[in-house]
């Protein structure tokens, strides 16, 4: 069901966005206004994690998440939809003679 599509959709995009919250965090720090005083990514983690410790990686990771599950779960749900509508169109590619 396009329900589940949406559903799976949003954890898988969930799981994904928590996992790559720190790399995140370090790239738009690295891009950001003061960008240019880090050396390198790893230059970067250092100085946030001494900065603000560990948990500084993790910043904005609720709206991050939220997003996500919105847009892959959409993403999920709209390619199952238009399958389906494709399929009753055109007929089932899934057929062998």
Avoid at 27 to 46: E, L, V
Avoid at 50 to 55: E, F, N, P, S, T
């Amino acid at each position: 069901a396009t329900w589940q599509a949406m559903l799976c959709g949003g954890i898988a995009g969930a799981v994904s966005a928590v996992a790559t919250q720190p790399i995140d965090t370090v790239k738009a720090n690295m891009m950001g206004i003061d960008g240019g005083r880090y050396r390198s990514a790893f230059h970067c983690t250092a100085e946030l994690v001494r900065a603000g410790g560990l948990r500084v990686l993790m910043n904005g990771v609720g709206p991050r998440v939220c997003r996500v599950f919105i847009e892959v779960g959409l993403q999920f749900s709209l390619y199952e939809y238009v399958g389906r509508a494709l399929d009753r169109a055109f007929g089932s590619s899934s057929k062998t003679n």
